[in-house]
């Protein structure tokens, strides 16, 4: 009878325990590359940090009083929808930004080192939470300047912010989809301004649902950005949230399902 000794080799199973460790590693790495670069092109975060200022001033100040009646009592309502606004709006920059990489031939690069395919779309997406924290930072910020305020607790104005960075999150791969299908920086950029500036102005950003016609509440009634700024409404000065939570909670899950998927795929095919 012939005896057949099998042979592990231990190196195999530290190898497979390595690799996503080093994932992360390059991944952290590729993200700082990120932020660095951005931080010598200080124009890229105007629509984190000029944005929500402009369009808190613009709108409280000219047409707050028009609205509610008082500057003071629209800049409560205001600020949450503005959030919502600004953290979906900054959720394109990613989609520009690796197309911009892909055709300088940065990713030709990168495919040369010894790291993960997936480490420089990873690397961008923690990135981009910089950024959200950002957009969240400075609206809070200018807001309380010009007299809002939190009328629940840190704990709820914190899962606020969560949620908008998780749905900011999840946009973004819509954008890295459009990103790698576009043929220039321009073109990315173009489609999803298209998508965006509908969803925030056809929503309850700035007014409310009841104000607007008929025919257009329906749409405002689903939109994301509508269910995304009436969760921030509530978590920061209270109000029902189970609703608005579980559509908020149904968009992130249906855009990562559908269009994460296809981002994936279409950055294997680019790079």
């Known amino acids: 009878m012939t005896t057949v000794t099998a042979v592990v080799n231990p190196a195999a199973?530290?190898?497979?325990?390595?690799?996503?460790?080093?994932?992360?590693?390059?991944?952290?790495?590729?993200?700082?590359?990120?932020?660095?670069?951005?931080?010598?092109?200080?124009?890229?975060?105007?629509d984190v940090t000029l944005q929500p200022v402009i369009f808190l001033l613009l709108f409280t100040y000219v047409f707050g009083g028009a609205i509610a009646g008082s500057q003071s009592v629209y800049l409560q309502y205001l600020l949450p929808g503005i959030l919502a606004q600004t953290i979906a709006m900054s959720a394109t920059a990613i989609g520009v930004n690796m197309n911009t990489d892909i055709s300088k031939g940065v990713f030709d690069r990168f495919r040369s080192l010894p790291i993960a395919r997936s480490a420089p779309l990873v690397g961008a997406v923690l990135a981009d939470f910089v950024r959200y924290a950002l957009v969240a930072v400075i609206t809070l910020t200018v807001g309380y300047a010009m007299g809002f305020r939190i009328h629940t607790d840190p704990l709820q104005?914190?899962?606020?912010?969560?949620?908008?960075?998780?749905?900011?999150?999840?946009?973004?791969?819509?954008?890295?989809?459009?990103?790698?299908?576009?043929?220039?920086?321009?073109?990315?950029?173009?489609?999803?301004?298209?998508?965006?500036l509908p969803l925030s102005f056809g929503s309850n950003t700035f007014v409310q649902t009841d104000t607007l016609p008929g025919w257009?509440?329906?749409?405002?009634?689903?939109?994301?950005?509508?269910?995304?700024?009436?969760?921030?409404?509530?978590?920061?000065?209270?109000?029902?949230?189970?609703?608005?939570?579980?559509?908020?909670?149904?968009?992130?899950?249906?855009?990562?399902?559908?269009?994460?998927?296809?981002?994936?795929?279409?950055?294997?095919?680019?790079?």
């Open 13 to 46: 199973g530290q190898a497979g325990t390595a690799k996503p460790f080093k994932l992360i590693r390059h991944s952290a790495a590729l993200a700082k590359r990120s932020l660095l670069k951005t931080l010598r092109t200080p124009e890229a975060l105007i």
């Open 157 to 196: 104005a914190g899962a606020a912010l969560l949620v908008a960075a998780t749905f900011a999150l999840a946009l973004s791969w819509v954008s890295v989809f459009i990103g790698m299908l576009a043929r220039t920086p321009g073109a990315v950029q173009g489609f999803m301004i298209l998508l965006v």
């Open 216 to 271: 257009m509440q329906g749409f405002v009634n689903v939109n994301p950005i509508t269910h995304l700024a009436g969760l921030s409404r509530s978590l920061f000065l209270g109000g029902p949230v189970t609703s608005h939570l579980l559509w908020t909670c149904g968009w992130i899950v249906g855009l990562t399902a559908v269009f994460m998927p296809l981002a994936l795929r279409a950055y294997g095919r680019k790079v």
